[in-house]
Nanobody, 116 residues
């Protein structure tokens, strides 16, 4: 069955870095638009970054220049490198796979806390 398993979250000081990973299985990873979302308490999930099957990427304005999304098709894994973290980046981060006509899959989420 389809699985998306995030890892790499945790507590980091402002200005620090974290690298999130999302290991996928059960679908054709290389064909999907892979994304990272985040959710603040009481808010809807928002798109942070996405990478298309061909490798093109897109980012939310709030993370441009600080976050980098990448993927390894051989390992069915998508990454989110987060640098220069700010307290306002504190959220639960989710991995999502999407392809038109085939639906979307979500991971369980990983908590990122930026605090001194």
């Amino acid at each position: 069955q389809v699985q998306l398993v995030e890892s790499g979250g945790g507590l980091v000081q402002p200005g620090g870095s974290l690298r999130l990973s999302c290991a996928a299985s059960g679908f054709t990873f290389s064909s999907y638009y892979m994304t990272w979302y985040r959710q603040f308490p009481g808010k809807e999930r928002e798109l942070v970054a996405g990478i298309f099957s061909g490798g093109s990427v897109n980012y939310a304005d709030s993370v441009k220049g600080r976050f980098t999304i990448s993927k390894e098709n051989a390992n069915n894994t998508v990454y989110l490198q987060m640098n220069s973290l700010k307290p306002e980046d504190t959220a639960v981060y989710y991995c999502k796979a999407f392809m038109y006509g085939f639906g979307a899959y979500w991971g369980q989420g990983t908590q990122v806390t930026v605090s001194s």
